[in-house]
């Protein structure tokens, strides 16, 4: 590898991009060589400008961000990525190096995180925002077993299945008929009964345990199933 850090960063916003860019070229061992704001660009880009590391912004709803980042490992061996995501939207894996990645950190993470990812899988090293960290002690603690949610009533797993699509307790409220009292206690039984202390851990852990993968067609019925059996 060389010595200045070679870094393609991925983002749908023109804007963000920029300033991505004139922020990390701050940095002396780092050099921004290309971006995209195109999933569909990757390669061409990434295959052009031989970069060391991909800072990849996406949304992780899209169901292939994770394989496009492990095939995108695969085509360029010495490719590292570090991702940037939000606390309910982590991928659903604890060895994100089999992946292709090596970073991960937050949108409200500090410079300082992103810079240490960059540095860290530059040399295919892993680095973790500390905080995401804490957030994998904690639901590994529970397990992954999806048992836990047989403490949990039908209309509760409704309320946790929407919550764990990003939704708030007024649109939940709006999608199932209920008034948004009802639905915050619904929230508060949920977190107790999972022993989590928000909600985002919560949709953290819908999403480990392949509750909230369904389609709402598949959710409700699979619902409809469970009721009857």
């Known amino acids: 590898m060389s010595q200045t850090i070679k870094v393609v960063v991925i983002n749908e916003h023109r804007l963000y991009r920029e300033c991505f860019k004139h922020i990390l070229e701050m940095e002396m061992d780092i ?3 290309g971006e995209t704001s195109h ?11 031989h970069p060391d590391v991909v800072v990849y912004d996406e949304d992780l709803s899209r169901d292939d961000t994770v394989d496009l980042i492990q095939e ?19 991928p659903p894996a604890h060895n994100l190096k089999k992946f292709g990645i090596y970073g991960c950190v937050l949108k409200s993470s500090k410079l300082k995180d992103l810079f240490l990812a960059i540095r860290h899988a530059a ?4 680095y973790i925002d500390p905080r995401l960290e804490a957030y994998r002690d904690h639901i590994a603690s529970i397990g992954d077993n999806v048992g836990q949610l ?10 946790l299945y929407w919550l764990s699509q990003g939704f708030s307790n007024q649109n939940i409220a709006k999608v199932m ?6 639905v915050k206690n619904h929230v508060s039984r949920i977190l107790k009964k999972l022993e989590f202390s928000d909600r985002t851990q919560a949709a953290v852990f819908a ?23």
């Not at 569909?40 to 295959?47: A, L, M, R, S």
Request: proline residues 3%; glycine residues 2%; contains cysteine.
């Open 123 to 126: 040399k295919a090293e892993t």
């Open 72 to 90: 995108l490992s695969k085509r360029f061996n010495s490719l590292r990525c570090v991702l940037v995501t939000t606390e309910n939207n982590l």
């Open 31 to 33: 050099s921004v060589v």
């Open 207 to 229: 999403w480990k345990v392949g509750f909230a993968q369904s389609t709402p067609e598949q959710f409700y019925d699979d619902l409809e199933k469970e009721k009857t059996t």
């Open 150 to 159: 047989n403490h949990l009533t039908p209309r509760e797993k409704e309320v």
């Open 39 to 49: 999933a569909d660009d990757i390669y061409e880009v990434v295959g052009t400008t």
């Open 177 to 182: 008929y209920l008034s948004e009292k009802t």
